[in-house]
């Protein structure tokens, strides 16, 4: 079976490109998107992409040739760029130009790469039987994700180099359990854990969570705040030096040059986004040669290309704990009557409200009227500007139900975790930015209760700046779970790529847009490493049949789109299964022209992993292509060409280097015009993977 499961791209997130948009076409350059166009031929029909260059020009491009186009994004959402001319040369010198400045940013990471190569860990230990006395102690059923991710925590720790992964899911999908398992077998095996948090009220939350993991294990577990008072702090800062603490959480005080480690193993790093740039520059100071592992609901895009590029690892937390529900979303003007109904509605079931408004001078104001139109509701009000023991007091009273709401600025919005609240407000909710709206909104719908968030705009929906609508739009159109990756993607498209590459490279960013520069920047980041991904070959195949997904079957151009995007990115038979009981689910009986399609596929699986470029189906005869890459698989296909059972159907020459033609002897008819070829690509596939 070739290549189990597929790692995530970089781009899958971003939204679809509409008509109307801006497009980058690889080889001819930038132009406007006119939506899918179905072209009949010889009565075979197709689906085909339309793009409109400079002067009207067209271009209809196959469906299966849909990763050549996407989706043109700048470095500032604002720049819209000029369009391309066919048969000009200044496309191809625009590329260049970008690619030498991208070579210059693989440099850089080469040399990141290397030192994460020849640097030594620590190895630790395999899992023994109080590891899995541990894990079984944890109260909930992991999710396949949840599991896969602490699997591959614990493959990295056991390895002599230092650990870099960062572990992506939603608020509630079960990071921190990840991060709780790498830190009991840090401790364990006699290593010091450091875990960092970007709040004081986040880092009371783990602490206490931790507390409550390793209650039953000889584990000493510190906690450094604001919240601690200073002779505390200076006890266990001499604790922690002399090895006494075993695990400390805190915020950013842990950066302090103060604290002195007796013997760190392992960093963990929760919203690793957080940090500001003095902070993130002494967290690399402190991760130089210890395993580090960074948590996130909605990463940034510099961190995300460096795990997809292969700098660092990733494991994503896709799926939902287990009677989870969709948080539903509303979005409204402020109005009295509506904010009263949405608290009633859920004091009436015995819950609590968030009420989030992140302007500290108003909070007094926004007080007063609530308090005008519900005067029996009990409200506690806490912001950054209180005192720690004010804030630890105002959560002790709400976390007990003695608050029907809590008043509060954007504070709780990274990790307050309370099961009892489960309707958030959020006001003035058109000045946040999307990852913080998606983090606030996270705060509820922990459990298994139907939660709600009201989205309360300020300044009239009419007077929204496009960018505002935007950001409402996305954060309702990424309401399902588990769309925390997507929604950071979205960021990126309305904010546009900003720094992504450095500063200095924003105008070559503008010039072929973000994707092109990021496969430009993964091209080179596998030279670095010497690999060639079967996701890096797009194989191609020419057959007489009708390859399209009729209107009957998907109407919406959109969807169609995405169905594209996600065949072009399979890259196992696995995904083809599962995108194939997906069409099945959702739109019912796959008609004949869709089965074609995902039999192609399958066929351009096993080309992809035995790195054929190009299948040509004729009424008699087969010709297969391969990738320049094939010379490492050289010895595979003359073993395959003088294969006696493979012979015996057909007559096998070379016609070149990398080109066999297959021709059918004594008349063998090819009556599936497709099995044929795949029969003979699995036996080539077998062989190449006997090989490596």
Same mark, same amino acid.
């Given at each position: 079976?070739?290549?189990?499961?597929?790692?995530?791209?970089?781009?899958?997130?971003?939204?679809?490109?509409?008509?109307?948009?801006?497009?980058?076409?690889?080889?001819?350059?930038?132009?406007?998107?006119?939506?899918?166009?179905?072209?009949?031929?010889?009565?075979?029909?197709?689906?085909?992409?339309?793009?409109?260059?400079?002067?009207?020009?067209?271009?209809?491009?196959?469906?299966?040739?849909?990763?050549?186009?996407?989706?043109?994004?700048?470095?500032?959402?604002?720049?819209?760029?000029?369009?391309?001319?066919?048969?000009?040369?200044?496309?191809?010198?625009?590329?260049?130009?970008?690619?030498?400045?991208?070579?210059?940013?693989?440099?850089?990471?080469?040399?990141?790469?290397?030192?994460?190569?020849?640097?030594? @860990?620590?190895?630790?230990?395999?899992?023994?039987?109080?590891?899995?006395?541990?894990?079984?102690?944890?109260?909930?059923?992991?999710?396949?994700?949840?599991?896969?991710?602490?699997?591959?925590?614990?493959?990295?720790?056991?390895?002599? %180099?230092?650990?870099?992964?960062?572990?992506?899911?939603?608020?509630?999908? @079960?990071?921190?359990?990840? /991060?709780?398992?790498?830190?009991?077998?840090? $401790?364990? =095996?006699?290593?010091? &854990?450091?875990?960092? /948090?970007?709040?004081?009220?986040?880092?009371?939350?783990?602490?206490?969570? !931790?507390? *409550?993991?390793?209650? *039953?294990?000889?584990?000493?577990?510190?906690?450094?705040?604001? !919240? &601690?008072?200073?002779?505390?702090?200076?006890?266990?800062? +001499?604790?922690?030096?002399?090895?006494?603490?075993?695990? &400390?959480?805190?915020?950013?005080?842990l950066l302090s040059e103060k604290i002195k480690f007796n013997d760190i193993g392992l960093l963990i790093i929760d919203e690793e986004q957080k940090f500001g740039v003095l902070q993130k520059e002494r967290i690399k100071e402190i991760r130089s040669s210890i395993d580090v592992l960074?948590? $996130?609901?909605?990463?940034?895009?510099?961190?995300?290309?460096?795990?997809?590029?292969?700098?660092? =690892?990733?494991?994503?937390?896709?799926?939902?704990?287990a009677g989870r529900k969709n948080i539903i979303t509303d979005i409204a003007e402020y109005n009295d009557r509506i904010i009263k109904d949405a608290v009633f509605k859920e004091l009436r079931r015995g819950g609590q409200v968030y009420f989030i408004d992140n302007r500290i001078l108003?909070?007094?104001?926004?007080?007063?009227?609530?308090?005008?139109?519900?005067?029996?509701?009990?409200?506690?009000?806490?912001?950054?500007?209180?005192?720690?023991?004010?804030?630890?007091?105002?959560?002790?009273?709400?976390?007990?139900?003695?608050?029907?709401?809590?008043? $509060?600025?954007?504070?709780?919005?990274?990790?307050? =975790?309370?099961?009892?609240?489960?309707?958030?407000?959020?006001?003035?909710?058109?000045?946040?930015?999307?990852?913080?709206?998606?983090?606030?909104?996270?705060?509820? #719908?922990?459990?298994?209760?139907?939660?709600?968030?009201?989205?309360?705009?300020?300044?009239?929906?009419?007077?929204?700046?496009?960018?505002?609508?935007?950001?409402?739009?996305?954060?309702?159109?990424?309401?399902?779970?588990?769309?925390?990756?997507?929604?950071?993607?979205?960021?990126?498209?309305?904010? @546009?790529?900003?720094?992504?590459?450095?500063?200095?490279?924003?105008?070559?960013? =503008?010039?072929? #847009?973000?994707?092109?520069?990021?496969?430009?920047?993964?091209?080179?980041?596998?030279?670095?490493?010497?690999?060639?991904?079967?996701?890096?070959?797009?194989?191609?195949?020419?057959?007489?049949?009708?390859?399209?997904?009729?209107?009957?079957?998907?109407?919406?151009?959109?969807?169609?789109? $995405?169905?594209?995007?996600?065949?072009?990115?399979?890259?196992?038979?696995?995904?083809?299964?599962?995108?194939?009981?997906?069409?099945?689910?959702?739109?019912?009986?796959?008609?004949?022209?869709?089965?074609?399609?995902?039999?192609?596929?399958?066929?351009?699986?096993?080309?992809?992993?035995? %790195? &054929?470029?190009?299948?040509?189906?004729?009424?008699?005869?087969?010709?297969?292509?391969?990738?320049?890459?094939?010379?490492?698989?050289?010895?595979?296909?003359?073993?395959?060409?003088? +294969?006696?059972?493979?012979?015996?159907?057909?007559?096998?020459?070379?016609? @070149?280097?990398?080109?066999?033609?297959?021709?059918?002897?004594?008349?063998?008819?090819?009556?599936?015009?497709?099995?044929?070829?795949?029969?003979?690509?699995?036996?080539?596939?077998?062989?190449?993977?006997?090989?490596?």
């Open positions: 079976m070739p290549h189990k499961g597929s790692k995530p791209d970089f781009f899958n997130g971003i939204s679809e490109i509409e008509p109307g948009d801006f497009a980058v076409h690889n080889e001819f350059g930038i132009a406007k998107f006119t939506g899918i166009k179905k072209i009949a031929s010889s009565g075979i029909i197709s689906d085909y992409f339309g793009l409109v260059f400079e002067g009207g020009d067209k271009v209809f491009v196959p469906a299966g040739k849909i990763y050549l186009i996407h989706k043109y994004i700048a470095a500032s959402g604002e720049n819209l760029p000029g369009l391309s001319r066919l048969g000009s040369k200044s496309w191809e010198r625009t590329k260049i130009r970008a690619k030498e400045k991208i070579k210059e940013i693989a440099e850089d990471l080469k040399v990141l790469y290397a030192k994460r190569m020849t640097q030594r @860990g620590f190895a630790f230990s395999e899992e023994d039987e109080i590891y899995r006395e541990f894990e079984e102690s944890f109260e909930f059923e992991e999710t396949g994700d949840q599991a896969s991710a602490i699997k591959d925590v614990l493959s990295d720790m056991r390895l002599n %180099k230092p650990m870099d992964r960062l572990i992506c899911g939603d608020a509630g999908y @079960g990071k921190t359990e990840v /991060a709780i398992r790498a830190a009991f077998k840090a $401790s364990m =095996d006699g290593k010091q &854990v450091a875990f960092i /948090a970007p709040t004081t009220l986040l880092v009371e939350q783990h602490f206490n969570n !931790f507390k *409550k993991r390793f209650e *039953k294990y000889p584990v000493k577990i510190a906690c450094i705040s604001r !919240f &601690v008072g200073k002779s505390e702090e200076n006890k266990i800062l +001499d604790r922690i030096k002399s090895g006494e603490i075993d695990i &400390v959480i805190g915020t950013h005080k960074a948590m $996130s609901a909605t990463p940034i895009p510099r961190t995300l290309y460096l795990s997809l590029s292969g700098i660092r =690892d990733l494991s994503i937390i896709n799926t939902p704990p108003h909070l007094e104001e926004t007080f007063k009227k609530i308090k005008k139109i519900m005067p029996d509701i009990r409200i506690g009000i806490v912001h950054g500007r209180l005192s720690s023991n004010n804030i630890e007091d105002v959560m002790h009273l709400f976390y007990n139900k003695r608050y029907d709401m809590l008043l $509060s600025t954007s504070i709780i919005e990274s990790g307050l =975790d309370n099961p009892n609240v489960n309707t958030i407000i959020i006001n003035n909710a058109e000045n946040m930015g999307l990852s913080q709206l998606y983090q606030l909104r996270g705060r509820v #719908g922990r459990f298994h209760f139907q939660a709600y968030c009201l989205l309360i705009i300020g300044c009239g929906l009419g007077n929204l700046t496009d960018e505002q609508r935007k950001r409402l739009n996305a954060l309702n159109e990424y309401g399902k779970l588990g769309a925390g990756l997507k929604l950071a993607m979205a960021d990126l498209e309305i904010r @546009g790529a900003g720094n992504i590459l450095g500063g200095a490279q924003s105008g070559h960013i =503008d010039a072929v #847009g973000l994707e092109m520069c990021m496969q430009m920047l993964k091209e080179e980041v596998e030279k670095i490493r010497n690999v060639i991904l079967p996701s890096q070959i797009n194989p191609e195949v020419k057959i007489n049949l009708s390859l399209h997904i009729p209107d009957s079957y998907i109407s919406d151009g959109k969807i169609k789109l $995405s169905i594209y995007r996600k065949l072009a990115n399979c890259n196992s038979m696995d995904d083809v299964y599962a995108l194939r009981s997906e069409l099945a689910d959702r739109f019912g009986k796959i008609p004949d022209p869709v089965k074609n399609i995902l039999s192609v596929e399958e066929l351009k699986v096993y080309m992809k992993n035995s %790195k &054929v470029k190009l299948l040509e189906v004729k009424e008699n005869e087969c010709i297969i292509e391969f990738h320049d890459s094939a010379k490492a698989i050289s010895n595979a296909l003359i073993r395959f060409v003088n +294969d006696k059972d493979v012979s015996r159907e057909f007559v096998i020459n070379f016609l @070149g280097e990398f080109i066999i033609r297959l021709r059918l002897k004594n008349g063998v008819k090819l009556s599936d015009r497709l099995s044929v070829p795949k029969i003979i690509l699995q036996q080539l596939y077998s062989y190449v993977k006997i090989l490596n």
